[in-house]
């Protein structure tokens, strides 16, 4: 298993800028590569769980500013 975090700011203000860079690209990856997944909000993270090609990975955007 896999873990790669992603970062950005949960604030509703940065939603779509290029502060959330990196939460936009997790969400498009997890939604385009994987057919099966679970999102989770837990311990100031949000995540997703599945997995391609095999191998299994955990998709997290922190919730907390940097």
Known sequence: ?????????????????????????????????WHERSMSTDRNAEWYKGGSHGVSYILAKPQTFM
């Open 1 to 33: 298993m896999k873990l790669i975090v992603w970062l950005g700011n949960p604030w509703e203000h940065y939603e779509n800028t290029r502060h959330n860079a990196g939460f936009l690209a997790i969400d498009a990856f997890a939604q385009n590569q």
